[in-house]
């Protein structure tokens, strides 16, 4: 079995490899910081402060599987950040309407600027949306006069801070947390034990029993751990249940549905994909107009996290992202990349800044170690292809 | 007159194919020799044997020049001996200016700091050595083909060349340019300097060749000599074709073709990036279970034609129409075409064919996924029994459905990639090149394939570059040259010799 283990890790190293090096990166801050790396505040904290990047990487991923590359996406969280802040302090709209008109603002923006740029005019999305950054930073100045907003909203600023409401207490455990990964996990089960029932019915290859038993305990023990961690602190937070919903969203749309399989195929094969009688140009317009949505909900989510909008919201965000997406085994050369990757990558970067946080490290080194992973990150993707293509 | 080249027993292998096989090939000083043969009788493998692109040891054989036997390890190496070779794409850089390009790659310089000075004057000199009235400072962008053509020469000139291997020079020009080209080689010729031509273009042959060799599936057929009075048209097109057909077809039983499903009017389709039309005047219709031919050589505008009628207009201008059924129809993009039951198995699998990195169900089922989706969510059990009965169907060798594309032999793709557009059921199946790069084997099924798709009422259009296998198979042969239609010939009538003289105008 242990044969079977090794084989499956080697064959699967590419999908497997962003987990391990969390899981490593997880282990050795705990050990550096005395165990103060697992508490159940620092975890929350940086769920939450993954969660703005998190979102972004989600649609940077699509956007870089169709082989171009978004860098506005940052001020443009920025923005619409701020116009969330002055709809919800100076017009006192309800975050019921604010959230979706933010939303529906930057789909247009992403539509309408980066989409009829790169799809229609062919200008290099590199260069489009390099224009968009610097002109979204003149705007987030403009509306923000160079000031901070406050949000003035506590439904508004719980998005980023908040915690889902509990139905009891139990021994100090939030209660329908707990209910939240039990189900989680049920469903997990459930889904793969349908799939691998089918991959035997069409006769396609499957892991042993005893191998797939304890890759359900093993990953039903690794979200219930977290769970509990969680439920002895305050519980999932707001940010927590957004980012997973855009998640399995966006997984599933990937995964499971026309739309998706069209825009890996555009990503995989352009002129192939334009033959089988795929529009590129509207797939292109479709993902940036994604793209823009996701900036915006970034937006809301730093806006709230900081209860206010500041003139420099979003700086670097576009490079966070990115990172992300790359450290989650998207390809540079198009047509390869997992939503639940980048979500990974972006967690082993936010790990990467949090760790060294609690351990005192000065910014500057902080900056150099995480460039220097994204490096090996993507080499690893670099040289873990060769070695598939080079096995068949 | 003594040899300034000989290339003897030369024999280069691929995976699979032996492209030369025991060549030999003698180039006397001072000549024009032209190569020519059919597409894939090894041409142009020989003349990159030649100029080092596949370097000694690669190959078995010895090229000797000038009495030496050479070695060339790199293009560089043959260059240094006098060898330039300009391909049919021109290997300008198009944003620098005639003189940056005459000299890139061997500047003047001093320590790395170029002279432009003698630079530019030396240029001029060139220009004026091909007959070339442009100022030195234009970009190459600006200049049309004909001109850009000259300027490979110009640069090749400036690296005092013996030998000039030209491939298809005039396989992009017009009927101007070509005469200036064909006028300036005889020029060069006066000055000493040898030059060998591949060229699909008889008539130029016979007009301009000293010695013409003829090349035939990978073997020397015979060299001619024009002093002699060898080189004849009829001689020339008999040497090229004349294999024995043993390629075996799958015989077809009781032929029935019903009303005309496909009729394209004065289709012609204008190339605004090259400047010229690539498909001209186009007359072609196609009846119900019928097996249509396009005949024709490389570059003759049948891929362009293919692509047009379905609707891949990149940057075509179109004119002429389209009949379905007797029904005028519009394609603005393939989904159009689709729709309206046209499908397109295009001649380069690897460049727009297949997604190489997805697996076989997912390229099998990428034309028509609303098919196997409800509510645009894709049923993945429905998407395994299609590509499960396709791998079955079309025999697709593979160790799993799931197998990534790129992993399968090129006979497996092709069938993927049939497989692909069976799946979206269409009345005309364009198969574009379907043997191109399999083997024999996989041939065989795919012709058996065809004949039992036309038993069903498909029409099915087969543009191919192989002359048996247009014979074996079409009921109908349309000829292609230069972007016209320059014949049609019922089965009955095609022979080798034919359409070889169509596609050679």
Redesign the interface.
């Known amino acids: 079995m242990f044969k079977e283990l090794r084989a499956a890790l080697s064959e699967n190293i590419r999908d497997y490899g962003m987990y391990i090096a969390l899981a490593v990166i997880m282990v050795i801050f705990t050990v550096l910081t005395d165990g103060l790396f697992l508490t159940p505040r620092v975890l929350s904290d940086l769920i939450d402060m993954t969660g703005y990047i998190a979102v972004l990487s989600v649609g940077m991923t699509l956007v870089i599987v169709i082989r171009h590359i978004d860098l506005s996406v940052g001020y443009v969280a920025g923005f619409l950040g701020a116009i969330s802040a002055i709809l919800s302090f100076k017009l006192g709209w309800s975050i019921w309407v604010i959230i979706p008109a933010t939303l529906a603002l930057g789909a247009m923006i992403g539509m309408f600027w980066t989409g009829t740029l790169v799809a229609r005019l062919k200008v290099p999305a590199f260069v489009a949306t390099l224009a968009a950054m610097t002109i979204f930073r003149g705007l987030l100045i403009k509306v923000t006069n160079s000031e901070t907003i406050f949000t003035g909203n506590e439904a508004f600023n719980a998005i980023g801070n908040g915690y889902i409401p509990d139905i009891a207490k139990v021994d100090g455990f939030h209660i329908l947390t707990i209910i939240i990964g039990v189900l989680a996990v049920l469903a997990f089960v459930f889904m793969e034990i349908r799939n691998r029932k089918k991959l035997i019915q069409y006769k396609l290859r499957v892991s042993s029993m005893p191998m797939f038993i304890i890759k359900l305990a093993f990953v039903a023990s690794v979200v219930m751990f977290f769970i509990f961690k969680l439920a002895s602190f305050k519980g999932l937070s707001w940010t927590a249940i957004i980012v997973g919903v855009v998640v399995f969203i966006y997984n599933f749309i990937t995964k499971n549905t026309t739309l998706g399989r069209h825009i890996y195929a555009v990503g995989g094969n352009p002129e192939a994909a334009e033959l089988s009688g795929i529009s590129v140009k509207f797939i292109t317009y479709v993902v940036f107009a994604s793209m823009g949505m996701l900036a915006a909900l970034s937006g809301i989510l730093f806006t709230a996290r900081l209860q206010s909008a500041t003139p420099t919201a979003g700086m670097g965000f576009e490079l966070d992202a990115i990172a992300g997406a790359f450290v989650g085994g998207t390809s540079a050369s198009g047509g390869v990349g997992k939503v639940t990757g980048s979500i990974i990558g972006a967690l082993v970067m936010a790990s990467l800044s949090k760790g060294m946080d609690l351990m005192n490290v000065g910014v500057s080194y902080q900056y150099i170690i995480r460039g220097l992973v994204l490096v090996v990150a993507v080499i690893f993707d670099v040289q873990t292809r060769n070695m598939k293509s080079k096995k068949a | 007159m003594k040899n300034i080249l000989e290339m003897r027993n030369i024999t280069k292998e691929f995976p699979g194919v032996k492209a030369l096989d025991n060549v030999n090939f003698q180039v006397k000083e001072g000549e024009i020799h032209c190569l020519v043969g059919e597409n894939g009788a090894g041409k142009s493998t020989l003349m990159k044997v030649l100029s080092g692109v596949y370097p000694h040891g690669n190959y078995d054989g010895d090229i000797v020049l000038n009495g030496e036997v050479q070695k060339f390890a790199r293009i560089n190496d043959s260059e240094k001996k006098g060898i330039a070779i300009i391909y049919q794409e021109l290997a300008l850089v198009p944003e620098m200016s005639v003189y940056e390009n005459i000299f890139l790659g061997h500047e003047f310089h001093k320590k790395g700091i170029v002279n432009w000075h003698s630079t530019r004057v030396e240029a001029i000199k060139m220009l004026e050595k091909v007959n070339l009235s442009v100022h030195p400072s234009t970009k190459v962008i600006d200049l049309g083909v004909g001109v850009q053509q000259l300027i490979e020469i110009a640069k090749a000139l400036s690296k005092d060349v013996k030998l000039l291997i030209l491939d298809e020079p005039t396989a992009s020009l017009n009927e101007d340019d070509s005469e200036n080209l064909l006028k300036l080689l005889k020029d060069l010729k006066k000055e000493g300097v040898t030059s060998i031509m591949i060229s699909h273009k008889l008539k130029e042959v016979i007009a301009i060749a000293d010695t013409v060799t003829v090349l035939r599936d990978g073997k020397t057929i015979c060299s001619l000599d024009a002093s002699k009075g060898e080189v004849v048209e009829k001689d020339i097109i008999k040497y090229m074709v004349g294999r024995e057909i043993n390629d075996i077809f799958p015989k077809r039983e009781n032929k029935k073709f019903g009303d005309v499903l496909l009729e394209v009017k004065d289709w012609s389709a204008f190339d605004k990036n090259l400047g010229r039309h690539v498909v001209k005047n186009v007359n072609f219709n196609i009846r119900e279970g019928e097996i249509v031919g396009i005949a024709g050589l490389m570059g003759a505008g049948r891929t362009e034609f293919a692509h047009s009628i379905?609707g891949?207009m990149k940057e075509y201008g179109l004119t002429g129409e389209i009949f379905i059924k007797g029904k005028p129809v519009k394609h603005n993009?393939?989904?159009d075409?689709?729709k309206n039951g046209l499908a397109?198995v295009?001649e380069d699998r690897k460049?727009?064919?297949?997604?190489?990195?997805?697996d076989v169900k997912?390229n099998i089922?990428?034309?028509n996924?609303?098919k196997i989706?409800k509510r645009?969510?894709?049923d993945?059990?429905e998407e395994?029994?299609v590509a499960?009965g396709f791998r079955q169907s079309l025999n697709i060798k593979t160790p799993?459905?799931?197998q990534?594309v790129?992993?399968l032999s090129g006979g497996n793709q092709q069938k993927v990639a049939i497989g692909?557009w069976l799946f979206v059921e269409p009345n005309v199946l364009i198969l574009d090149e379907p043997t191109r790069g399999i083997d024999v084997g996989a041939k065989y099924e795919i012709y058996t394939l065809m004949n039992e798709l036309i038993a069903k009422g498909m029409s099915v259009i087969m543009i191919s570059s192989e002359l048996p296998e247009v014979l074996g198979m079409s009921d109908r042969v349309y000829v292609m040259a230069e972007g016209k239609l320059t014949g049609e010939l019922p089965i009955e009538e095609a022979t080798q010799e034919k359409i070889m003289e169509m596609a050679t105008l």
């Open positions: 379905f891949n993009h393939p989904s075409a689709i397109y295009s460049g727009d064919g297949l997604i190489l990195i997805q997912q089922t990428l034309a996924l609303n989706a645009t969510v894709i993945k059990h395994v029994i499960e799993s459905i799931e990534k790129n992993n692909k």
